[in-house]
């Protein structure tokens, strides 16, 4: 995919779920379950450890798939790069870099700052991002979102953080273009049941389905 198709799937799919882990078993396992509950978009935090090979290893295993792999947690232009060459077909970051959106646009790889402030979307607008995540999203609130796209309609916002079952139609009414789904989606990986994050994932692809309808 090039990163206009990126984007154009990720909206149209409505749900990346991000990928944490303590160890690169547990981080597969989570993807596996997490894929065979209908999830097509995991992003790949370097908050874990080997994130890189992790994202090499997807990227092989998930090859001629709907599987599209990207990376989390990217602080910096340098982290960016090292994503890239593993196969990230995405950027998403928790704050907002300049320099980060720069390398992602230099290479046309689909980039997705942090921003939780006009200021910062402007910002990311100007250095031609595409979306951006309204983040943390448990602090913003969908009301937050719907009131920062007020002065900027023209804003493709993916909220990650607080995202639940409970209130991912308040974001998608909010204007959300998308969500970022983390712990709630895979906190069974943490007691070893990946049933449980199969049985999750599975619940939000079709509440967002259906409210994507």
């Not at 250095?127 to 920062?148: I, R, S």
Request: contains cysteine.
């Amino acid at each position: 995919m090039d990163k206009f198709e990126v984007y154009s799937a990720i909206k149209k799919e409505g749900v990346v779920v991000v990928i944490r882990g303590d160890s690169v078993e547990q981080a597969l396992k989570t993807v596996d379950a997490c894929y065979k509950g209908g999830i097509k978009f995991i992003e790949v935090t370097f908050t874990v450890p080997h994130a890189d090979a992790i994202i090499s290893a997807l990227c092989e295993k998930y090859k001629g798939t709907d599987m599209v792999v990207g990376a989390g947690t990217v602080l910096d232009a340098e982290t960016a790069r090292a994503a890239i060459l593993a196969g990230a077909q995405f950027v998403f970051s928790p704050s907002f870099d300049a320099a980060t959106i720069k390398l992602c646009n230099r290479y046309a790889v689909a980039v997705v700052p942090g921003v939780f402030t006009p200021t910062e979307a402007v910002a990311a607008l100007e250095l031609g991002a595409n979306f951006v995540k309204l983040f943390p999203g448990d602090v913003a609130t969908p009301a937050g979102l719907k009131a920062l796209r007020g002065p900027l309609p023209q804003l493709q916002i993916m909220p990650t953080g607080g995202v639940s079952l409970a209130n991912v139609e308040d974001w998608f009414k909010a204007g959300a273009v998308a969500v970022g789904a983390g712990s709630f989606v895979t906190k069974g990986a943490k007691k070893g049941d990946y049933e449980e994050v199969e049985k999750t994932a599975r619940e939000l692809v079709e509440k967002v389905r259906n409210i994507k309808k």
